[in-house]
């Protein structure tokens, strides 16, 4: 479960501070306290309970061995996010976004094993039978896919969830997500509109300390359910390997059902013969002379 969030570091975070009143969106109204000096102040109450439901539902997700891609490429943004995205070991993009990352994942993931076969190159000697001028291109292309890719390098499929600085400048990667039915954390400031989102996260998505505060509080959600998935994992193995090393108990032997005795009743007696009497057998001469009989007709 993730970790209890306290509002007195959000408001020391500035986490509440919203947009100017002119450009809020109405759909962001249940999450709006205030107006003060033009400016909508966000209910931090409300951002702490959303935070607590977001950091429990990525724990899950981690939990589960699915990967979760962060996004956030605005400037103030996007150190932070690679760094906590890196602690918490998941895929992240801060350059630009590339279209189709999602759904055109089969073109993407070309694109990082291209990244891969120029790195093979370089450990073989292939890179250096080549030209001057071919090296420089190579090279080129190397580092721009590094610069755009390399944070995914390592995620072989579609990520379980996304997560988001600013839906509105994110809008592609929202609907892309959205095409693929993949779920959306974010945070969202009140120029934004909540329902392109499944987890709302009320907040200042402008100010390096809110986005600090929130983005770090989720990479430690996602590292405690990646923990609980390898202590789960080590308990299973323990368990497995008791259970090999106990010697098997001998299976318990099937009991026979007990023949019926015979009864000692007189009455029962005497009904046994006079049926024996009637049920006569035939000896096996018996049986060959009218098994001969019947050949000769």
């Known amino acids: 479960m993730a970790n209890k969030v306290e509002v007195k570091e959000l408001l020391d975070a500035g986490v509440h501070f919203g947009h100017l009143t002119r450009r809020w969106n109405p759909n962001m109204a249940p999450y709006i306290y205030m107006e003060r000096n033009g400016i909508h102040i966000i209910n931090l109450y409300k951002s702490a309970a959303k935070m607590q439901e977001a950091g429990d539902a990525l724990a899950k997700?981690?939990?589960?061995?699915?990967?979760?891609?962060?996004?956030?490429?605005?400037?103030?943004?996007?150190?932070?996010?690679?760094?906590?995205?890196?602690?918490?070991?998941?895929p992240y993009i801060t350059e630009r976004w590339p279209g189709g990352m999602l759904?055109?994942?089969?073109?993407?993931?070309?694109?990082?094993?291209?990244?891969?076969?120029i790195d093979r190159m370089k450990k073989d000697g292939t890179f250096n039978t080549l030209s001057k001028k071919e090296r420089l291109q190579v090279d080129r292309l190397r580092a721009k896919l590094?610069?755009?890719?390399?944070?995914?390098?390592?995620?072989?499929?579609?990520p379980g969830a996304l997560f988001v600085v600013d839906?509105?400048?994110?809008h592609i990667a929202i609907k892309e997500a959205q095409?693929?039915?993949?779920?959306?954390?974010?945070?969202?400031?009140?120029?934004?509109d909540p329902r392109e989102v499944e987890y709302v996260i009320p907040s200042n998505d402008d100010a390096s300390k809110s986005i600090n505060k929130v983005v770090s509080y989720v990479a430690d959600s996602i590292v405690d359910g990646l923990s609980e998935r390898k202590a789960s994992k080590e308990s299973k193995k323990e368990k497995a390997e008791k259970e090999e090393k106990e010697p098997k108990a001998p299976k318990a032997a099937v009991k026979q059902p007990e023949a019926e005795a015979p009864s000692k009743d007189a009455e029962d007696k005497k009904e046994m013969k006079e049926a024996q009497k009637d049920v006569k057998l035939e000896s096996k001469k018996e049986t060959l002379d009218k098994a001969s009989s019947n050949e000769e007709e």
Do not use: C, H
Not at 148 to 154: A, T, V
Not at 180 to 186: C, D, K, R
């Open 167 to 170: 839906i509105t400048r994110e």
């Open 61 to 90: 997700i981690a939990a589960s061995g699915r990967k979760i891609l962060f996004v956030a490429t605005k400037k103030q943004a996007k150190e932070i996010v690679a760094e906590q995205a890196e602690k918490a070991n998941m």
């Open 179 to 192: 095409k693929l039915n993949i779920p959306i954390f974010a945070m969202v400031d009140t120029n934004s």
């Open 103 to 117: 759904t055109n994942f089969v073109t993407i993931r070309r694109a990082v094993k291209k990244m891969a076969s």
């Open 146 to 158: 590094e610069k755009n890719l390399g944070s995914i390098s390592d995620m072989s499929r579609l």
